[in-house]
């Protein structure tokens, strides 16, 4: 699709969103206030102003050194049909600047052809919203690769989805759907009120697609994170009350569950800061540094891709415009998906700054889940 | 003392143990061990402590449990909940003396 084209399509699907009376919305991103949280360098700003004993590097410095590549992440852009509180990515429906063109697409595919990681992850925004979606699963499905799709659930009930849980199913592509929580409270609290009602109905679409009903091939995750400036539980402890809870009351199943702490970023850097949290919190993150959560960061052996084809070590830093250091990066523009090369991938230096803290408190935090 | 209650004796807690280590040993691992994974989940036992904490009327384990439930994952209104079963036994146990009045005024009046 031409850059032409796809403004056109997005039109079309922005035009959509704003009919939505369905969708719930919590707030509205930092980019349509004009706040000036909208800018990754004010939150940097933001962090570094807070007093901390301690620094990132100072804990973690020496022993967070790249693994081989596992997982390739592709962020499709910021549009989104939900504005959640938490919201490190500032996602959605007014974010149809950041998304990624055919010809950057084009790039990704080639370099998911050559790559050894086994696992394509496709996240957002939404990412089912952007119209080469289905394109882009199919064509790592053809690679033979993995797929995951990070999926908010609520965008599955759109119109314009209707059958991509069976399309998704009969590719064996892992959704990985976001839910704060098994009850109502705390997942209205953050993602707007009718959000849980309306996840409850995607989850039961997904269970009648074949998903979470113990066939490999169409594995259900389930991710969690806590309504508040607070860490997230023990994953282990808390599946089984997941797994009881959603069962009987709802009549719905799932294969695992993982559960992340919130990141100082974007929307949830801004609720911290409005709800006076925000030193409490990054505190918190802090004095619960665990080295243990070092071994399984995903930062180590994954590859984060922005809309735009630049180069990350994970979606946040790819949120704060935190490029990837790669030994022979002297391209202007910063390392593109163009130039990927493993050889010189393994010999990074992993990206850190305060945010870090996040992956890193209590049982630590992952795209993966909890690490230690 | 200006006040009797200060916050920061939560987070200084394990000073306590400074003038009797082998006690303060004892009961921080007696502690820990009674809130970990067991017949009943560290989240139930986190809100049956925010309960207690609400009949004992302790500011600290209120400011602590309420945290902690949070973090284990239980909503205001589960909490809310917790806290009531402690309000329904306090009161029901105030109540449940009126029968013990109810024998001595029978016994003592015509």
């Known amino acids: 699709m031409r850059p032409a084209a796809l403004l056109l399509r997005l039109g079309e699907i922005s035009g959509e969103l704003a009919q939505d009376r369905e969708t719930p919305r919590a707030t509205q991103s930092l980019q349509r206030r004009a706040a000036l949280l909208a800018s990754p360098q004010e939150q940097l700003r933001l962090l570094r102003a807070v007093l901390l004993h301690t620094e990132f590097d100072a804990l973690a410095g020496s022993a967070l ?42 790039l990704v595919v080639d370099a998911i052809r050559r790559t050894g990681a086994h696992t394509v992850d496709i996240t957002g925004g939404a990412p089912e919203l952007h119209p080469s979606f289905r394109k882009l699963v199919q064509a790592a499905v053809d690679a033979g690769k993995q797929v995951m799709d990070r999926c ?20 064996n592509v ?46 259900l995750t389930l991710v969690s994170n806590p309504a508040g400036a607070f860490l997230g539980a023990s994953q ?33 850097l801004e609720w911290l800061q409005a709800s006076g949290n925000l030193e409490s919190y990054m505190q918190r993150l ?87 | 003392m200006e006040t009797y209650y200060k916050s920061q004796h939560l987070a200084d807690f394990p000073k306590i143990s400074e003038s009797s280590p082998e006690l303060g040993k004892k009961f921080f691992d007696y502690y820990g061990a009674v809130f970990a994974d067991g017949a009943l989940t560290a989240r139930e036992k986190s809100l049956i402590a925010l309960a207690v904490a ?30 009531h079963v402690a309000v329904a036994i306090r009161g029901g146990s105030s109540l449940v003396h009126g029968l013990q009045m109810r024998e001595h005024a029978k016994k003592l009046g015509m």
């Open chain 2, 54 to 83: 609400h009949a004992v009327q302790c500011p600290y384990c209120i400011d602590a449990y309420t945290q902690d439930c949070q973090q284990k994952g239980a909503d205001l209104e589960q909490m809310t909940e917790a806290v």
């Open chain 1, 65 to 106: 050194k790249p693994a081989p590549l596992e997982i390739f992440q592709v962020n499709l852009g910021k549009l989104c049909n939900m504005t959640c509180r938490h919201c490190h990515v500032d996602a959605g429906p007014d974010r149809t600047d950041e998304m990624m063109d055919d010809a950057t697409l084009d």
């Open chain 1, 236 to 268: 282990a402890s808390v599946e089984r009350e997941w797994r009881e809870g959603l069962q009987r009351n709802f009549g719905v199943t799932f294969n695992r569950l993982f559960v992340l702490n919130n990141m100082p970023i974007a929307r949830f």
């Open chain 1, 152 to 171: 908010n659930l609520t965008v599955l009930l759109l119109p314009r989805n209707a059958g991509l849980a069976d399309w998704l199913a009969e590719r």
């Open chain 1, 174 to 219: 892992e959704i990985v759907a976001s839910l704060p929580h098994w009850r109502r409270p705390n997942t209205d609290a953050q993602r707007g009120d009718g959000a849980f009602e309306r996840s409850i109905r995607a989850l039961r679409l997904l269970n009648a697609a074949g998903y979470g009903k113990g066939d490999p091939g169409r594995r």
């Open chain 1, 286 to 372: 802090v004095n619960a540094y665990n080295p243990a959560a070092i071994a399984g960061l995903m930062c180590r052996n994954t590859l984060s891709v922005g809309w735009d084809g630049r180069l990350y070590d994970c979606d946040f830093n790819q949120m704060l415009e935190l490029e990837i250091d790669l030994p022979e990066s002297g391209r202007k523009g910063g390392p593109h998906i163009r130039d990927f090369e493993e050889g010189s991938w393994m010999r990074r230096r992993i990206v850190t700054a305060r945010h870090c803290f996040g992956c890193t408190a209590g049982a630590g935090s992952s795209c993966g889940g909890q690490t230690a």
